[in-house]
């Protein structure tokens, strides 16, 4: 009699919710449960005739003040505890044209700055500061910053802006390109799309997943995965046609738009870091998505064989699975690392391998559905060109050994 009212319960769960992603005991769990951010005002400020806007999706400013002759910015993030990457944005100009030192102040932190200041006068096309514009103040945990202003706006960001907006017209090309569907599988805390490509080769093909952007400032790591699934859906391409004839491709190039918009340092709206939460699924992002992948799977008849999660760190690494979680492609991580190694001179990328901890996507792939996962990591500073050229070639070797090539 039990089993039989589990059964219509689950029934029912299933023609009200679909299937739904299986919660797992990671051993080292992590508290996702919601929790309160400070998000400062959005608002264009003036101060000694110089406005500092900080209303656009992607900006930080937080605690702008003047003293003597400097601005000051106030490093602070969304809350705490939290992974050090402080993330700042800003546009600013004067009526008159003007010379001015901004102070950024990470003295609340025992580091200092991470993300090397970058300059745009569109938002688009980005420069490094100038070493002579740049300096560092006492103990390095202020930075001096010389910038020239006009009336034209000056913006100034850790990173290139990469925000909601951008990311959907950049996917929605490529799905037009590709002949994948550019849809939004859900919203967010605060009401955003959650956006996503869905690349449909054909029912029991296997399907590989690409994530990116759990975390707002890994502005790097979404670049090599932008090259990489162009190079993906070059549809002229003899390599790109056999493997799209053979595989669904999903990709969440967004895990995170309320973070990304509102200029955090790492986690949500709900102030939790997503990259935690694969366990339980207490957040909309990866509630959605997890969900999502695992209806797709089960609709399709499909083998999730392959999840790609891209992100950024200090420098390029990939983290792996160890080779005792056994996963439906138990060559593929090592011969797809040496392959893109021989191709890409980056002497600097890492493998690091670790079997199952805190709940991650990369281990989520193996436990759900004994896929291989990887976290791609990209440096902060790799140079930009080389991110293409790797992301390219990332592609290009894992279409190959997943055809057999
Ligand atoms: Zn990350």
């Known amino acids: ?14 023609l009200i919710f679909g299937y739904q992603a299986k919660p797992y005991d990671f051993p080292k769990p992590v508290d996702t449960t919601s929790k309160p951010i400070n998000t400062p005002d959005r608002e264009v400020k003036e101060l000694r005739g110089v406005s500092f806007d900080n209303s656009f999706d992607g900006a930080r400013i937080n605690g702008l003040s003047v003293a003597d002759t400097s601005f000051i910015i106030r490093m602070m993030p969304e809350n705490e505890p939290i992974n050090y990457s402080p993330w700042y944005a800003f546009k600013l100009w004067s009526k008159k044209d003007t010379v001015v030192h901004i102070v950024m102040d990470y003295s609340k ?31 390095s945990l202020r930075v001096r910053l010389t910038l020239s202003l006009s009336d034209q706006p000056l913006w100034v960001s850790a990173q290139e802006i990469q925000n909601s907006e951008m990311v959907s017209v950049w996917a929605q090309e490529i799905a037009a390109i590709g002949g994948a569907q550019f849809k939004a599988i859900g919203k967010t805390t605060l009401g955003r799309d959650i956006p996503m490509l869905e690349y449909v080769a054909g029912k029991k093909k296997p399907t590989i997943i690409v994530l990116s952007r759990q975390h707002p400032p890994e502005v790097t790591g979404y670049l ?35 973070g990304v918009d509102l ?17 339980y699924y207490n957040q909309p992002e990866t509630r959605q998505v997890a969900d999502y992948i695992v209806n797709f799977a089960e609709e399709k008849k499909s083998d999730i064989v392959l999840g790609l999660d891209f992100h950024s760190t200090f420098k390029d690494i990939y983290y792996t699975n160890v080779d005792s979680l056994v996963s439906a492609l138990p060559e593929f991580t090592s011969a797809w690392i040496t392959n893109i190694k021989l191709r890409v001179e980056d002497s600097e990328a890492k493998v690091s391998a670790s079997g199952i901890g805190p709940p991650v996507s990369k281990t989520w792939f193996y436990t759900q559905f004994n896929a291989v996962g990887i976290t791609y990591e990209i440096g902060d500073d790799t140079p930009r060109d080389l991110i293409n050229v790797k992301g390219e070639v990332s592609a290009e070797e894992m279409m190959k050994l997943l055809l057999n090539k």
């Open 263 to 279: 200029g955090h340092w790492r986690h949500n709206a709900d102030g939790v870091d997503l990259n935690r939460d694969w366990a």
């Open 109 to 139: 932190f025992k580091y200092g700055q991470r993300y090397w200041p970058k300059l745009s006068n569109d938002g688009v096309n980005w420069t490094r500061l100038d070493e002579s514009n740049f300096s560092y103040i006492g103990d």
């Open 224 to 258: 090599a995965m932008k090259s990489f699934l162009e190079r993906i859906f070059e549809v002229e391409d003899e390599l790109s046609l056999e493997f799209l004839k053979n595989y669904n491709v999903l990709v969440f190039p967004l895990m995170n738009p309320d």
């Open 1 to 14: 009699m039990r089993i039989f009212f589990l059964l219509i319960l689950n029934l029912y769960s299933f």
